[in-house]
């Protein structure tokens, strides 16, 4: 009868011994939503996009992936200093930085490397903050960090066209 027990419940203990802890989630992973609206300007119509982003890195070296809500990889970005590559389902383009990528990917030029530190709630080094009671204002943005504890950023550009950024975090970084 032990002996039973004992085969029964080694495939179990097998299994066990087989399987892998859980993938910790690197600390300069940054997941969620992320929601962009272009107020209509001159000729050009109003625009927004939103998708699921995965972001991994800094402004220096990096990676950030954009999928639909079925699951379809709409954009992969990678970065380091003096080369930026964008893969989208109509191919490859490279660009020179980050910013020059920022305007390919999302058709409007937006600060992506002072957005990394954004995500994670602080300011951008590379320029100067107004620091206000619920957020920061810095390079023409404001940025309202009032529900960055629920995992709520929102970023506002009131220059022409004016643009809002909405990102809700899977969790806080």
Do not use: K
């Not at 990889?73 to 964008?86: C, D, E, F, K, S």
Request: hydrophobic share 45%; proline share 8%; net charge positive.
């Amino acid at each position: 009868m032990r002996r039973r027990r004992l085969a029964a419940a080694l495939p179990a203990v097998l299994l066990a011994a087989c399987a892998q802890p859980p993938r910790a989630v690197a600390p300069d992973v940054v997941a969620g939503r992320l929601a962009v609206q272009v107020d209509a300007f001159n000729e050009a119509p109003a625009r927004s996009f939103s998708a699921a982003f995965e972001l991994q890195g800094n402004a220096e070296r990096g990676q950030l992936q954009l999928t639909s809500p079925l699951g379809t990889v709409l954009a992969r970005a990678q970065w380091m200093p003096g080369q930026a590559l964008l893969q989208t389902s109509q191919g490859e383009s490279r660009d020179s930085s980050l910013d020059a990528l920022s305007e390919r990917m999302l058709g409007e030029p937006m600060p992506l490397a002072a957005l990394i530190e954004w995500l994670h709630g602080r300011p951008w080094p590379g320029a100067p903050v107004q620091r206000l009671a619920d957020g920061f204002e810095q390079m023409g943005w404001r940025i309202d960090l009032s529900r960055y504890g629920d995992g709520v950023l929102l970023a506002q550009r009131s220059q022409q066209p004016a643009i809002g950024v909405r990102a809700r975090l899977d969790q806080n970084p």
